[in-house]
Structures are given as structure tokens and as C-alpha cells.
């Protein structure tokens, strides 16, 4: 029997998120039923709500940074149990038969892997609803543990600002001496900067403000370049192993490649739109790679939470309530949040 969950969304491209009724699948022999306890709330978040992307198919509810506590289980769940604190985080389903699925790739799922908000839900019918509601019901395998030893609450995030930067940066075996550029310092970047940290590579935040630079510094950057000045970028030319680029709009690209070394990459994982063209010749001379990397599979993303529990690395954020829900998605596109807004879900059952 399918069950009530109060949830935040919005049944139209143009109207505020508020207070809706949906429903969950009643739990199966496969699925982990989760009482939601905090969400982080993702630009994503907005350009699905505000169908900026062209693709929403209304009532959205978004949230796919989700953590909570595991209150059921189905009779075939072995790796659950009541009581667990469990992430869910982009994904709740893919075919788990193709090749990238068999490679531990299922955001690359060659059916199209379900996201948690705003797919078609293969068990319901519908569209699947996210983690801005008070419970929700997800297969075994999509579902991640959380390492009990980190701030709950500051977890959120790492499910989708954590795993899109720990993906490239292990993809490219990002180590100890690297040289590593992260461009810009939001959601993501911060994340960046505390992971590269971590990994031990020496880090170079480039951003165009200076307070940014100063607040980079205190989250481990070892150095910060203003892209802004034209003698300090000339200065870096040719000096990073790896960069990787936060910005989540089109920009010129030209500047950062110049920052390369020969046969060196920058990784995208913030503009899911067109660029302004750039000049071939930056990275045929010098053999430079720019390449796109997307969230990370299950395996890896807890392997990025295990790393976090032995590093103590969680996200910086802003705790709010789900009523505030509407001014914190003006303030993200203003970007005034250090760095991650994440949702007392307590706040929704009140």
C-alpha cells in the first residue's frame, strides 16, 4: 500500500515552491524505506523547479542530496537496517545490466539511469519526487552509508557537490605533488579544494574576487590566483597538472587552458550549456585534454564517503528551514551562500 509524505514543491515553472502531498511506493522485498533528516539543496535544484532546462515535467519536487535514517527494510535488503544513517543522492535506479551499470558507471546507464527527481519512476508511473519531502523508498543499491563519525546535517552535499568534484579528481589519479587548479569557489569548488587537499596535491584556487581568494586560503588552498590580473595569469602559464572548472555558465576558456602543462587536463563539472569558443591552438600546442566528467556510480560515491569518514571532510553550509525554501534559491542564484544551503527536513513535519 502506497504512503502520504508531506513534501516542498512547485507545480509550475513560474510559481514558488510550497507545501504539497505525494506519495511513495509502499516498500518492496528490494527497497529501503528513509525518513528524511536533512536535504541539500543544488543549482540543479532551481533549473529543474524553474524548468530552465527545458525538460520539467510539473508538480517538481526537487532534493537530491539526502540523508537520513533507515525505518524499514524489504526481506531481501541484506546491507540495511533500521536505525542506519543512509545517504541517497542523484540516482535511485538504472538497468544494473549494461555496460557502464556492470562497470559501477550507472550515471552513464545506457537506458538512462533514473534520477531522484523528475524521471520517469518505473515503479509508480509518473515522475519521481526528491529528497524535499519527509520520507522516501529507494532500491538497496542505490542507497549509500554514511560514515556515523561526520556532522549529519553538513553530509548532504557530499551526495552531489562531493562526488561530482572526488569523481574527476580519482578518475585522473589527482595524488601527493600534483599541481591542481580548481576554478572557481561555490558548492562545488570548495568541495574541490578540501578533496584535492586530502589527496595531498598542492591547490591553486582561481577566482576573480579577492575576498574568495582569502576565503579559499582558510579552506586549505595553498595558493590563489586572480584570474582578473593579467601579470599573475601570465605568471602561472603552463604550471597546473590538472585543473578543474567549477563555473556553472559558458565562459572563455582560453585563459585556464594557458594554465596547463603539456599534456594536461581541465575537467568541466559546471556548465551544462554552450561555451564561448576557444582558440585550437591552446591545446594543440602542448597536447592539453579538456574533458566533462558527471556525478560518479554508487561504488565510487561511497568511496567518497569512506574517504570523508577517515578525513573528517564534510561541506560548509547554511542550515535552514524547508519554509525558507524560496529565499535560498534567490540568494544561490545571487550566490550568496557559503557554500551549501541544507534543509532541516524537522522543519517540514512541524
Known amino acids: 500500500m502506497n504512503t502520504d509524505s ?4 512547485t507545480p509550475s515553472a513560474d510559481a514558488p515552491l510550497e507545501e504539497m502531498q505525494i506519495q511513495r511506493r509502499a516498500p518492496g522485498p528490494g527497497d529501503v524505506h528513509i525518513e528524511i533528516t536533512y536535504c541539500g539543496v543544488c543549482h540543479s535544484d532551481i533549473h529543474t523547479a524553474r524548468n530552465e532546462w527545458l525538460n520539467s515535467v510539473y508538480p517538481v519536487i526537487p532534493g537530491h542530496e539526502i540523508i537520513g535514517r533507515v525505518v524499514g527494510v524489504g526481506s531481501k535488503v541484506k546491507a540495511f537496517k533500521t536505525g542506519d544513517l543512509v545517504g541517497v543522492g542523484c540516482m535511485v535506479d538504472s538497468c544494473m545490466e549494461c555496460d557502464p551499470c556492470t562497470d559501477h558507471l550507472e550515471q552513464f546507464c545506457t537506458h538512462g539511469c533514473t534520477w531522484t527527481y523528475n524521471s520517469p519512476d518505473l515503479h509508480m508511473g509518473g515522475r519521481t519526487y526528491g529528497g524535499y519531502s519527509t520520507h522516501i523508498v529507494v532500491r538497496e543499491e542505490f542507497v549509500l552509508k ?5 556532522d549529519e546535517k553538513a553530509t548532504a552535499p557530499l551526495l552531489c557537490a562531493g562526488i561530482t568534484t572526488w569523481s574527476p579528481l580519482r578518475h585522473w589519479k589527482v595524488g601527493k605533488g600534483d599541481r591542481v587548479g580548481v576554478v ?12 584535492a587537499r586530502a589527496l595531498g596535491a598542492h591547490v591553486v584556487v582561481i577566482t576573480r574576487s579577492p575576498e574568495k581568494g582569502r576565503d579559499a586560503e582558510e579552506l586549505g588552498a595553498h595558493e590563489v590566483l586572480l584570474s582578473t590580473d593579467p601579470e599573475a595569469m601570465k605568471a602561472f602559464v603552463n604550471s597546473l597538472d590538472f585543473i578543474l572548472n567549477t563555473i556553472p555558465v559558458g565562459h572563455e576558456m582560453d585563459p585556464y587552458i594557458s594554465l596547463l602543462k603539456i599534456d594536461a587536463t581541465m575537467v568541466l563539472v559546471g556548465a551544462v550549456e554552450p561555451l564561448k569558443p576557444f582558440h585550437g591552438g591552446g591545446i594543440i600546442m602542448g597536447r592539453k585534454r579538456i574533458a566533462g566528467s558527471l ?6 560515491t561511497q568511496e567518497m564517503l ?4 577517515q578525513h573528517n571532510i564534510v561541506s560548509d553550509i547554511e542550515l535552514i528551514r524547508m519554509q525558507e525554501i524560496n529565499e535560498a534559491y534567490d540568494r544561490v542564484v545571487r550566490s550568496d551562500v557559503k557554500y551549501r544551503f541544507v534543509i532541516d527536513m524537522q522543519s517540514l513535519k512541524e
Open 6 to 9: 508531506r513534501a516542498y514543491g
Open 146 to 150: 554514511i560514515p556515523e563519525n561526520l
Open 184 to 195: 572557481g569557489l561555490g558548492g562545488l569548488g570548495h568541495m574541490g579544494i578540501k578533496f
Open 295 to 300: 556525478i560518479g556510480g554508487i561504488r565510487e
Open 306 to 309: 569512506d574517504f570523508c569518514g
